[in-house]
């Protein structure tokens, strides 16, 4: 039988984990901050936890943030554009509105732009529900400063987050029509799946080929997709996946895995399209990933 703590553990990892990924959006360092998670459980004296799913989340959360300020100075040496690790999602994470939309792809984008400590404000607020008092003790600051930084942070991501919630049948509709205008070749169904503004974010990590900064505009992001599907398409496949909780579509070349597209909607119209090549960031699309709150 299983001791106690390892059992509190267990019972809890996959919230660890998708605490980790929510604020690093990287899931090979999201698994390396579980991993120390539990070394640091696993030395705590439980008769003095009152809590043990609080705790967790705290040590998570701390070594996370660490780990995020590391992640930032990394990125800064990153060839080309960075984008989050893309994940196989279990269909169940769809049911959960909100956990999916805090892990799409576009989300963790906007999560990006805000600073470590707002970060994990934002992230144990709104999607975990985590009590001002707790988040205060984890971060190190005053509730009343968690509860001006949660308001900041709100603010922030309110104004970059998508203009209106989509399901995920909206996205799989979208992403239908634009698979099949890229296969075809069809430039006029393509411009009309895809926004005015649109921007396509490639990340090949230095590794893979990729557009080195975004491409903007329907007109060029319409054509570069054309033009580079129609050179690749006699040996690769296009097929529809459950990434990070919202349909996506996954390139096969040669029947290998190359390339994970996910995308962002607004009003209707695919305005962001992320591409991920780096295959040191596809390891997690091999096998389905339980996400919980």
């Known amino acids: 039988m299983a001791e106690p703590a390892t059992e509190d553990f267990l019972a809890h990892r996959n919230l660890l984990f998708t605490v980790a990924y929510e604020m690093l959006g990287s899931a090979a360092d999201a ?12 030395g705590v004296d439980l008769d003095e936890v009152r809590d043990r799913r609080a705790y967790l989340v705290r040590i998570t959360t701390r070594q996370a943030l660490s780990r995020l300020r590391a992640l930032g100075r990394r990125k800064e040496s990153y060839v080309g554009s960075w984008l989050p690790e893309p994940l196989l999602t279990t269909p ?5 509105v909100a956990l999916a939309d805090s ?5 963790l984008l906007v999560l990006e732009t805000l600073t470590p400590t707002e970060r994990a404000v934002f992230v144990l607020r709104e999607v975990f529900d985590v009590g ?10 005053s509730p009343a400063t968690v509860r001006q930084i949660a308001h900041r942070a709100r603010a922030h991501v309110a104004a970059r987050r998508p203009r209106q919630s989509v399901s995920a049948a909206e996205t799989r509709d979208a ?3 634009f698979r099949r205008a890229v296969e075809t070749g069809d430039l006029r169904s393509l411009l009309a799946v895809l926004a005015e503004d649109v921007v396509l974010v490639g990340d090949g990590g230095g590794i893979k080929q990729a557009v080195p900064r975004p491409v903007t505009g329907v007109d060029k992001v319409a054509r570069l997709l054309a033009g580079g599907w129609g050179r ?5 496949s296009m097929e529809p996946a459950q990434v990070n909780g919202y349909p996506a579509l996954v390139v096969r070349l040669h029947g290998e895995l ?28 091999t096998r389905e990933n339980t996400l919980r709150r």
Do not use: C, F
């Open 31 to 42: 698994e390396d901050v579980v991993q120390e998670t539990w070394l640091r459980w696993a």
């Open 92 to 96: 169940d994470v769809a049911d959960d």
């Open 103 to 107: 892990v799409s792809m576009a989300m």
């Open 132 to 141: 001002y008092d707790e988040i205060a003790a984890t971060v190190d600051r």
């Open 175 to 177: 992403l239908d029509a």
């Open 232 to 236: 690749v398409a006699p040996v690769a």
């Open 258 to 285: 190359d390339t994970v597209v996910a995308v962002r909607l607004d009003d209707g119209r695919i305005s962001g399209l992320y591409a991920v090549r780096n295959p040191e960031k596809l390891s997690h699309m």
